[in-house]
């Protein structure tokens, strides 16, 4: 509760006691400052209910910001942490592949040969 409740509250509250003195002792005058006060106090109060509102949408936001934030901190951690092991896993099999290669020289030879000869064939032009 802010301060523009407050008192709109209570000018709302003095303006009905004024209209209601007026009203018993016949005075229009009292009457008309008690209802403009009357006014004049609920349009304060209803504009302190929009401040508060207008605080608590913004505290909102601010939160959602803050929530938003921290989560793509989060995914941000986990798709390095999987990248990361993607790397670690590509690097392994590369090597397992290159030492399988090292340890059977003779048939990679082959292997490659026949590679490159079928490549040959199948891009050679037809005469």
């Known amino acids: 509760m802010n301060r523009d409740r407050i008192e709109g509250g209570i000018r709302h509250l003095r303006g009905r006691a004024k209209t209601a003195v007026g ?22 109060y209803a504009y302190g209910e929009a401040r508060d509102a207008a605080r608590g949408l913004r505290q909102d936001g601010e939160r959602l910001v803050g929530e938003a934030r921290d989560r793509g901190r989060e995914i941000a951690e986990d798709l390095g942490e999987r ?20 340890d059977n020289k003779t048939a990679t030879l082959l292997l490659v040969a026949a590679a490159a000869f079928s490549l040959g064939w199948l891009s050679r032009r037809a005469q």
Not at 27 to 43: C, F
Not at 91 to 101: K, M, S, T
């Open 23 to 44: 009203a018993v002792a016949g005075r229009p005058v009292p009457q008309v400052e008690g209802a403009i006060d009357q006014v004049a106090g609920a349009a304060q």
């Open 83 to 102: 990248g990361q092991r993607y790397r670690d896993e590509a690097l392994h099999r590369g090597r397992a592949i290159a030492r399988r290669a090292e």
